[in-house]
């Protein structure tokens, strides 16, 4: 199975700090996803990734695509309490969504 | 004005009932998903349905029945509940099979006791 392995698995920070989170495979992807879960919510899409070295921004998000296509990563600058959630990457594979198992942010105020 | 919804949003039962999920969506999309979430947050696909058709059934114990009335409902029934079946499930759709963007419900928190 082509897995999505998402690190770190837990991340909790203080307001104004900085993160990085990184979503691995071994396979080639054609794109890949982020979505943002809050507690008691259902995902949420924030960006899809397609080019290899694609740098996508948003607002204080940062998402970018590796330039072989097996990796991706989410900077967050000056992280807020509104950022905490699950951010969750996945791929699409054979007409369904793959995802990694998530990384859980707390950021504390 | 909610585009996916679920009820209910919790649901606790025993063991061995036979409970049923619902979900509409709003959004005039061709295709509506059920995925689990368990204890870890792992979130992974159960079924799809494509215009009331049935496109993928990810190997899931029979005792899971999905029946889309028409393509705004996607509705989930379990029979004979089991400890296991204790998880988050969540709806969504997309305008076209792994559709650009999916539209996921709030959730149904389900607890076998």
């Known amino acids: 199975t082509q897995l999505l392995e998402q690190s770190p698995q837990f991340l909790s920070i203080q307001e104004g700090e900085n993160l990085t989170v990184y979503c691995n495979s071994s396979s080639v992807f054609s794109s890949l996803q982020w979505y943002r879960q809050e507690p008691g919510e259902g995902p949420v899409l924030l960006v899809t990734v397609v080019t290899g070295g694609e740098v996508k921004k948003l607002k204080r998000l940062t998402f970018q695509f590796g330039d072989a296509r097996k990796d991706s990563s989410l900077h967050i600058t000056a992280a807020q309490p509104g950022d905490t959630g699950l951010y969750l990457c996945?791929?699409?594979?054979?007409?369904?969504?793959?995802f990694g198992q998530g990384t859980t942010l707390q950021v504390k105020p | 004005d909610t585009a996916v919804s679920q009820t209910p949003k919790y649901l606790v039962t025993q063991m061995g009932n036979d409970k049923s999920i619902k979900c509409e969506q709003n959004?005039?999309?061709?295709?509506m998903y059920w995925y689990k979430q368990d204890s870890k947050k792992f979130l992974k696909i159960m079924f799809s349905?494509?215009?009331?058709?049935?496109?993928i059934n990810e190997t899931v114990p029979n005792r899971f029945s999905p029946k889309s009335p028409d393509k705004a409902h996607l509705n989930l029934h379990i029979n004979s509940l089991e400890l296991g079946d204790s998880a988050v499930y969540f709806c969504a759709s997309s305008q076209a099979p792994v559709g650009e963007t999916q539209y996921f419900g709030p959730g149904t928190r389900l607890l076998v006791l």
């Open positions: 959004l005039g999309h061709d295709t």
């Open positions: 996945a791929r699409r594979n054979t007409g369904k969504l793959i």
């Open positions: 349905y494509n215009n009331k058709e049935l496109i």
